[in-house]
């Protein structure tokens, strides 16, 4: 069974003692629930990690970048580094998503050369892939997926699996409040699938997690999680209150209990 992971992509949000509070917060959450084959992860921006490693050091808990460098370093001003990133034991870091792709014209190759820069430093790429509103309605949806991952992953070789996660996000379902349905997640999250089967075999495709992101909220994330082939969620604007992100850890672990297999 795969471990079920609640990430929260802050994106440009909460400044340092907002950061604080939450990870105090959750930190206290940590200590008084049980919260097995479930992973509660955040992803506050730059500044914040460190601190935010911290205060959640020695819990059950992740903390993520939301992007890295595609260079090793040097002369590259306001980028950080993979070996940066590492140095402050961080172990995940977000790559490829919808806005970074958007805003800063980033391509499957530049989101390639960002994973193998974490590769070095064993840190594990979140990679994000979806397809926008108007490749959907014209049905390119697979075509889409497939590419992005035949772009992200070209000649990258994996030992188990569980060294990568991938994110699917359709981008019209990414902070617009229109989420996909379940099937209809879970019919690309099974495309996804069956597409790691044919590259990577049998049993490193079972191992990879495939979270869904895009509009997820308290009261939609069971029906998602349930879904055979979904792992979890990359969360933006409901991962922001401690409240609802612990709701949703509530959520994932009574899923991961019904997924459990049965001794
Ligand atoms: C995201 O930031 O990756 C995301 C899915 O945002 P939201 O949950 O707000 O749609």
Known sequence: MRQIIIAGNWKMNKNASETQEFCAELAQYLKTHSVKDVLPLIAPVFPFLAKAADLLAKLPAAVAAQDVSAYESGAYTGEVSATQLGSIGLNYCIIGHSERRQYHHETDALVRSKLLQLREQDIIPIVCLGETLEQREAGETEKVVVTQLEGCFRDIELKSGSEIVIAYEPVWAIGTGRTATSLQAQE????????????????????????????????NIAGLLRQ??????LIGGASLKIADFCQMIDTAVDVAREKRPTP
Do not use: T
């Open 188 to 219: 690309v999250h099974a495309i996804i699938r069956n597409w790691l089967k044919q590259r990577y075999g049998v049993e490193i495709s079972g191992i990879i997690s495939i979270l869904y992101g895009g509009s997820v909220k308290p009261d």
């Open 228 to 233: 055979p082939d979904i792992d979890g969620g």
